[in-house]
């Protein structure tokens, strides 16, 4: 027989989690009253297609950049400079050293041109989905988003506290991610110029000639790696939940007294809209 002096042990308990995958058709509101205080909330952010294609896309902008290195090895012709004083050349010979980019011509223009067709075919799919799904609208910025970029990147630099709306992404994403998506498309057009130049006559004259199609490329593609740069830069100081996001497609979120969240579903695909009223800032351009 037990005790009677003995505490009785007090069962653990573990917290629930919704999971917000509702594609109804009509717009509707998730009232606070709806769901527990502090109960936690998968919402999906990132439908399957978009992240599948996200990473599928990143080693092969990799391997489009090593191997274009490599063939831009032979005929380095381009730096940064005035006249004749030449402050920076693309690329020093340390890097091509480093990098085991020199006496490669042939082996980089046999990968550039085979995973060339894959970047391609893969950014086309993507548009594709963007189109279809009208996915496009949460990216393509209004004549807003200049002065709401301006106000994320004074946010991100703490010099403003106060956030602009956002939905899915906020405007200097938005103005970002619509200006990489024109350099990809211009990066293979004028890829496509350098490759078939006889074959594909008049499309270099589009650059006015190869040279200059080789040199929109060039450009184009370093224009490329620092918005790569800046967005992984720009994911870490987000956190991991960002990240995880666009591994799982959703984000966790905790309601509490202080939040309230709301849903707009787009009636086409059902995507969410997502707009916190909470004290906390929100995440800044990635």
Known sequence: MPN????TPTPRTVATMSIDTNTDASNEAVAAEERPLDEPVARLVHPRAIRWLHWINFPLLMIMIWSGLRIYWAED?????????????FFPDAVYETLGLERRLARGMAFHFAFGW????????????LLATKEWR???PDRHAP?????????DLHIKKE??????????????YTAVLVMALIIVVSGFAIYKPTQLYPLPLLFGGYQGARFVHFWMTIGLGL??????LQVIRSGWGNFRSMVTGYVIERRSTDVTISVARVPETGTEITEMATNEPKGGAT
Do not use: C
């Not at 009677?4 to 505490?7: F, Q, R």
């Not at 956030?163 to 970002?176: E, H, L, T, V």
């Not at 918005?227 to 992984?232: D, K």
């Open 138 to 140: 949460h990216i393509l």
């Open 118 to 129: 894959l970047f391609v075919i893969n950014g086309a799919i993507y548009a594709t989905y």
């Open 4 to 7: 009677a002096s003995t505490p």
């Open 77 to 89: 012709v381009y730096a940064l400079g005035i006249g004749s004083w030449q402050w920076f050349a």
């Open 227 to 232: 918005f790569f740069l800046i967005h992984v």
């Open 147 to 155: 002065r709401e970029a301006k106000d994320v990147v004074l946010h």
């Open 163 to 176: 956030m602009p709306p956002q939905g899915k992404y906020n405007a200097a994403q938005r103005i970002s």
